[in-house]
């Protein structure tokens, strides 16, 4: 079964701070993995596209990696501010299929 | 602002009941697909259309059905609603490589 599991479900962090959300997944065959920020109540957005050949992939504060062998993304989010606070999805694209499989999100809490 | 629009922003309707939620896609984008996500429940595909034919189907069930118009907008009908069926549902438009979504649906079942 195709599955994308993430680790921690939820995150308080202190502003400024760093932080490390985790991705795993079942998903085969792979297309891309994204990233998203969903904002409570609103519509998800993507942050990072990574295909099958990429490693790293930055936006602003935010940068995805991939692990193509062992199925594992992390997302890190560098000197954390207020408005990070949100969940952040990892979604996973079968290859030759235009469904989106979606893990369930780690909320995150920045702190001042 | 992604550019798809919904409507309405809240629904509240008893069970049993029939609602129809609509979205508009972004300028120029063919596709539109169907979210629902429960309290604290991952997102779940349900449907895609694609220039008013259907492309793909997720966990819709039977209740539910969807349409899209000549003019792109589209629209997801659920029937007979029950307590479950309570969640945010989002619609988004734009392809396999990049999706936007928009705002939401909220739909509550009392």
């Known amino acids: 079964k195709n599955q994308v599991e993430q680790s921690p479900q939820s995150l308080i962090i202190l502003e400024g701070k760093n932080c490390t959300l985790q991705?795993?997944?079942?998903?085969?065959?792979?297309?891309?993995l994204r990233w998203y920020k969903q904002d409570t109540g609103r519509g998800p957005v993507s942050l990072t596209i990574m295909t099958f050949s990429e490693n790293t992939k930055s936006n602003g504060r935010y940068t995805a990696t991939l692990d193509a062998d062992t199925k594992q993304s992390s997302l890190h989010i560098t000197a954390s501010q207020l408005s990070d606070s949100a969940s952040y999805i990892c979604?996973?694209?079968?290859?030759?299929?235009?469904?989106?499989?979606f893990g369930t999100g780690t909320r995150l809490t920045i702190i001042p | 602002d992604s550019g798809v629009t919904q409507t309405p922003k809240h629904l509240i309707t008893a069970t049993g009941q029939r609602v129809t939620l609509r979205c508009s896609p972004r300028?120029?984008?063919?596709?539109v697909y169907w979210y629902q996500q429960s309290l604290d429940q991952g997102l779940q595909f349900l449907i895609q259309?694609?220039?008013?034919?259907?492309?793909a189907k997720g966990n819709i069930l039977e209740r539910f059905s969807a349409q899209q118009f000549p003019d792109l907008h589209s629209e997801l009908n659920l029937s007979s609603l029950e307590l479950g069926d309570s969640a945010l549902y989002f619609c988004a438009s734009g392809d396999p490589d990049e999706q936007y979504f928009g705002p939401g649906t909220r739909l509550t079942v009392t």
């Open positions: 979604v996973v694209i079968i290859f030759g299929n235009e469904k989106l499989t």
């Open positions: 259309y694609y220039n008013g034919e259907e492309r």
């Open positions: 991705c795993n997944y079942t998903v085969s065959p792979f297309s891309n």
């Open positions: 300028s120029g984008d063919l596709s």
